[in-house]
């Protein structure tokens, strides 16, 4: 198997990812110098896919900047993810983007196969797909480049969308609630526009996601209340689960009227607030 196959291979399965993305190997790599038209048109199709999924309307983010090859990069170490050095050698040559074919592109590959990576080689597409680093948790030392891309998706009616999408989509990862609750808690304390987004996060999770958000909240609440045999790993979930809601406990406090105004934003609410009160006391 050549490196143009193992990169076809795991754009293919990116386009509908099930399981785990498919092994390869890099031989003949420099047919990646100039990749031929499959992985170009892959490419294409990838990004297509990927757009459609995340509705970000076409071009994606108004931006009709050419894709790279570089995508194909980030396929290949993924393939080759069995050796994690010398996927960070493949990978190398692939410097983060902002254009939106390209964020999408990235996405589309590394997004699906996060789950599956070592993490050195996670962390190292991470740095190098800028879109899926933004939507979840950025690389160390990276984040500045992850909130810059926010504030960009922000500015764009379907970036928005999918930001709200994806912050109020309830997680089963501490780090991916940390990330969202300090983002929100910084623009809490912003403009008209940052409170807008940050109460839409809420009220969209309570009308989309309310159930596992109040399943989440409650285990949390016992947990926390001390539930028998719970572990060190449970407490800093449940830390976690409080934590999401803090930036609504502050907004409850200081922009009551705001919250009143949102009418799919039911008292469920209250939940969570009374949650991340507990958890912390010297707030209240």
Known sequence: MSSVDSVLRVIEWAIAPAGPPPGGDASAIEQLVRPPESIRTGIGRLIACTTA??????????DNTPATPYTA?????????A????????????QPSVHGPELVARHGVVGPALAHLHPRVGEELLRRSSLTAALGVPAPGAEGA??????????DPAGRA???QTFAQPTKSEFVRRRRASVLDRWRIGSSEDLDFVLDVYEAMLV??????????????????GAPGATNRDIEDAGSIAAFWGPLW??????MTLLTKRPYLDYAYRRGIRLFASQNRRAV
Do not use: Y
């Open 83 to 94: 050796a994690p050095d010398f996927a960070q050698v493949v990978m190398a040559e692939a």
């Open 53 to 62: 999924r995340l509705r970000l309307g076409s071009p994606p983010l108004g």
């Open 250 to 255: 502050h907004l409850q406090r200081t922009h």
């Open 208 to 225: 989309h996601h309310s159930k596992e958000a109040l399943a989440q909240t409650e285990w949390a609440r016992q947990i926390s209340s």
């Open 73 to 81: 990069l980030l396929a290949l170490a993924i393939a080759v993810r």
């Open 162 to 164: 999918l930001l709200v």
């Open 146 to 155: 992850a909130d810059a891309l926010l504030s960009k998706l922000r500015a």
